[in-house]
């Protein structure tokens, strides 16, 4: 699903049979869409997950735990942030027959993850990776070094089919592959230090909501 203000993906993934769901990267201003999508589909949410401590919106992973009970908000320790559970690098988050492994993609944020389903065919990388673009790594202890290490680490060695949905696009692309970001992603074709100088000469704006975003995140969005 996509939540306009902040061009963020909130993805829903479930077991046909088990009827266990999972919610990554839910925003607060589309919850109620996202909780009445769970309910006509029979599922049951078990958690709502979080790729990161986002800067440009506030999660719904709190609002999400009060309108569906029994679900659980999810983000790493090293976020700093306040969650019903804290996932380390390697842990796993089961649903029905599925998981989703954890796996520490640092660089955008300290805590940033990626997830990758278990039959490593999706990767959930968050903000690590965009389509044909990558997190920016000037504040929340962003590191454009590190970041390059955890894409061509922990993304890049996994399948080249292996599709990749990015928590955010903001020119209308949906998904890509491993393949294609390694081969025609602009930035992370680069050396390491030719990345590290175009990451710190993007100069963008701050996000808008920053501010906001941060200290909530901080508290599940609630
Ligand atoms: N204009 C937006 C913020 C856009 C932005 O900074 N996006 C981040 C991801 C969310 S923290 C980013 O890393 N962008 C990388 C890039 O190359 O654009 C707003 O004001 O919310
Ligand atoms: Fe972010």
């Known amino acids: 699903m996509f939540e306009p203000k902040s061009c963020t993906y909130t993805y829903l993934l479930g077991d046909r049979e088990a009827r266990e769901a999972v919610l990554i990267d839910p925003?607060?201003?589309?919850?109620?869409?996202?909780?009445?999508?769970?309910?006509?589909?029979g599922?049951?949410?078990?958690?709502?997950?979080?790729t990161h401590c986002h800067a440009d919106h506030i999660t719904g992973s709190g609002a999400l735990r009060s309108l569906l009970p029994g679900c659980q908000s999810v983000i790493s320790r090293l976020s700093g942030?306040?969650?019903?559970l804290h996932i380390d690098d390697g842990d796993s988050i089961r649903f029905g027959r599925f998981a989703l492994e954890a796996r520490a993609s640092p660089g955008h944020t300290a805590g940033c993850v990626t997830f990758v389903l278990n039959d490593h065919s999706m990767a959930f990388t968050g903000d690590a990776l965009?389509?044909?673009?990558c997190g920016r790594t000037d504040f929340q202890q962003g590191c454009a070094k590190t970041l390059y290490h955890s894409v061509h680490e922990k993304i890049f060695t996994l399948p080249g089919n292996c599709l990749i949905y990015p928590a955010h696009d903001y020119h209308g692309l949906t998904v890509s592959t491993v393949e294609e970001e390694r081969?025609?992603?602009?930035?992370l074709t680069l050396s390491c230090e030719e990345f590290v100088k175009?990451?710190?000469?993007?100069?963008?704006?701050?996000?808008?909501?920053?501010?906001?975003?941060?200290?909530?995140?901080?508290r599940c969005g609630v």
Do not use: F, S
Request: net charge positive.
């Open 130 to 133: 965009l389509i044909r673009g």
């Open 81 to 84: 942030a306040k969650a019903d």
């Open 27 to 41: 925003v607060l201003d589309t919850a109620g869409r996202d909780a009445q999508l769970v309910k006509e589909l």
């Open 198 to 218: 175009v990451m710190n000469n993007l100069n963008l704006p701050k996000p808008k909501q920053i501010d906001v975003a941060v200290p909530a995140n901080l």
């Open 43 to 50: 599922l049951r949410l078990l958690y709502a997950v979080n």
């Open 183 to 187: 081969t025609l992603n602009p930035r």
